[in-house]
């Protein structure tokens, strides 16, 4: 059974940093295609960044120079390091993996940034 179980979210002030994780199961993140969304409420999930299987990035704009994505197949895990977090990238996080037909879903993490 695939498991995508993402961590590391919580409450920040504007200009905090977080650190999540998504531990991925049942799969090799190594031949999969790995992506963090999010989605505000009121708001359609978008996706923040993804991480191809040769370790090319990509970002929305508004989190570029900010976010970084990175993944550690040997651990199977991918993460995204948050800094300088605005009130507006409150949302709750999801990460995916990909690959061609199949997709998966982890339950996603809650990011909340106020003062």
């Known amino acids: 059974q695939v498991q995508l179980v993402e961590s590391g979210g919580g409450l920040v002030q504007p200009g905090g940093s977080l650190r999540l994780s998504c531990v991925v199961s049942?799969?090799?993140?190594?031949?999969?295609?790995m992506g963090w969304y999010r989605q505000a409420p009121g708001k359609q999930r978008e996706l923040v960044a993804g991480i191809s299987i040769g370790s090319s990035t990509s970002y929305v704009d508004s989190v570029k120079g900010r976010f970084t994505v990175s993944r550690d197949n040997a651990k199977n895990t991918v993460y995204l390091q948050m800094n300088s977090l605005k009130p507006e990238d409150t949302a709750v996080y999801y990460c995916?993996?990909?690959?061609?037909?199949?997709?998966?879903w982890g339950q996603g993490t809650q990011v909340t940034v106020s003062s």
């Open positions: 995916k993996a990909a690959r061609g037909a199949y997709e998966y």
């Open positions: 049942g799969i090799s993140t190594s031949i999969y295609h």
